[in-house]
């Protein structure tokens, strides 16, 4: 079921179906605003980084992502696509799961986010809880332009073009030099697939 969506600044887009878990998404969004409001930088930019390094660290550790958000390169980093997230946040903001605020934050305006009710984390494993807690703790000191310029050095964002879709495999990309591990592990990989190649 599509419906339309009003959103503040006076646009309305009929969303696509978003293809991931959005319960998991909805709460995640509110855990993360629970646990990083008392974090001087955290905003919407951060929120968006915040997602972005969860999702993709468990896609590391587990071969996907934890929401199914898609992201994209924007000016200011990687951010979920926004007919997937908008729509989501939206309706936090409008079901009073979370508030965002503009405030003066070194001469910006910094959309603060907070969470007026508690996540349910039932749908979480203990491990995704423990990989949720240690990107929070890691990305907490940061604000929005600080995590920005850190995006800007992620080769998926420097090779995409302004919009365009992240692959997620892209996170994987790295300027570290091979070593002896990869090349035997990458020797033993062709030598299986040419094997199996008939």
């Known amino acids: 079921m599509n419906k339309t969506v009003t959103y503040t600044h ?6 696509p179906a978003f293809n991931g878990d959005r319960v998991k998404a909805e709460n995640l969004i509110i855990y993360v605003c629970q646990k990083m409001e008392n974090c001087p930088g955290f905003g919407a ?14 896609y590391l550790k587990h071969g996907k992502k934890l929401t199914g958000f898609k992201y994209i390169k924007q000016r200011l980093g990687p951010t979920p696509k926004p007919s997937e997230f908008l729509p989501i946040r939206e309706s936090l903001i409008d079901n009073e799961k979370i508030n965002e605020k503009p405030v003066e934050f070194f001469g910006r305006v910094q959309k603060r986010l907070s969470a007026l009710t508690e996540p349910d984390l039932k749908g979480f494993t203990v491990d995704e809880i423990s990989l949720i807690d240690n990107v929070i703790s890691a990305l907490s000191p940061f604000n929005g332009k ?28 790295t300027e570290a030099p091979l070593n002896e591990d990869d090349l035997t592990w990458a020797r033993k990989t062709i030598t299986e697939y040419a094997g199996n190649v008939r």
């Open 10 to 15: 006076s646009m309305r887009i009929t969303p």
């Open 45 to 58: 930019i951060l929120l968006n980084k915040v997602l972005y390094y969860i999702d993709h660290v468990h």
């Open 146 to 173: 600080a995590i920005s310029d850190v995006t800007h050095e992620e080769l998926s964002w420097k090779f995409a073009g302004m919009m365009e879709e992240l692959p997620d495999y892209a996170y994987l990309l």
